[in-house]
T-cell receptor, first 113, second 115 residues
Framework: NAGVTQTPKFQVLKTGQSMTLQCAQD?????MSWYRQDPGMGLRLIHYSVGAGITDQGEVPNGYNVSRSTTEDFPLRLLSAAPSQTSVYFC????????????FGEGSWLTVV | AQSVTQLDSQVPVFEEAPVELRCNYSSSVSVYLFWYVQYPNQGLQLLLKYLSGSTLVKGINGFEAEFNKSQTSFHLRKPSVHISDTAEYFCAVSDQLSGYSTLTFGKGTMLLVSP
């Protein structure tokens, strides 16, 4: 049982480049979300999805796009990377009736230079 | 909207001493409450959660937390810590009624256990 899988684990980008952080879950969970973690800030919600075809913005959505074409996958796209997007990114999933118990991936460390 | 305040950014403690990590929340609706632990360079692991029922919740690794609705608190405790408990601890809340599943996190408390 793989759970929530994120790729890549580490990435260095140049300012202005674009990239996609991949997230997949094999638990058939309805809910998926992306958070970023910065020192002293805790985790902040970027985007979330309540099901295939449905996404919405969280607390810090600027500079990021998401889509949810399947239940399993929820990629996060950085359109034009900026140094302020240097962070650790966590994908998460949950299911209806779980009491909002959220399962996290192992994180993706992104550095923008 | 909810907010979470973790009152201490760092808590130094000696091995085998008791510890309490404080968490207060603010919300206009009923919430679920969580504590997560993050070891260095790793992801988040669920320690315990309060959904309903008994206000004293026991979790993994000997941790427990008590939900106090009147004080809007959810403090985490352990009677005797080990070196291996050194990690960052996050308190989080979730709206019971929102119809989706996201968390609002506190800024974290670093627990530093020394011999």
């Amino acid at each position: 049982n793989a759970g929530v899988t994120q790729t890549p684990k580490f990435q260095v980008l140049k300012t202005g480049q674009s990239m996609t952080l991949q997230c997949a879950q094999d638990m058939n969970h309805e809910y998926m979300s992306w958070y970023r973690q910065d020192p002293g800030m805790g985790l902040r919600l970027i985007h979330y999805s309540v099901g295939a075809g449905i996404t919405d913005q969280g607390e810090v959505p600027n500079g990021y796009n998401v889509s949810r074409s399947t239940t399993e996958d929820f990629p996060l796209r950085l359109l034009s990377a900026a140094p302020s997007q240097t962070s650790v990114y966590f994908c998460a999933s949950s299911y209806i009736g779980s009491g909002n118990t959220i399962y996290f991936g192992e994180g993706s460390w992104l550095t923008v230079v | 909207a909810q907010s979470v305040t973790q009152l201490d950014s760092q808590v130094p403690v000696f091995e085998e001493a008791p510890v309490e990590l404080r968490c207060n929340y603010s919300s206009s609706v009923s919430v679920y409450l969580f504590w997560y632990v993050q070891y260095p360079n790793q992801g988040l692991q669920l320690l315990l959660k309060y959904l309903s029922g008994s206000t004293l919740v026991k979790g993994i690794n000997g941790f427990e937390a008590e939900f106090n609705k009147s004080q809007t608190s959810f403090h985490l405790r352990k009677p005797s810590v080990h070196i291996s408990d050194t990690a960052e601890y996050f308190c989080a809340v979730s709206d019971q009624l929102s119809g989706y599943s996201t968390l609002t996190f506190g800024k974290g408390t670093m627990l530093l256990v020394s011999p």
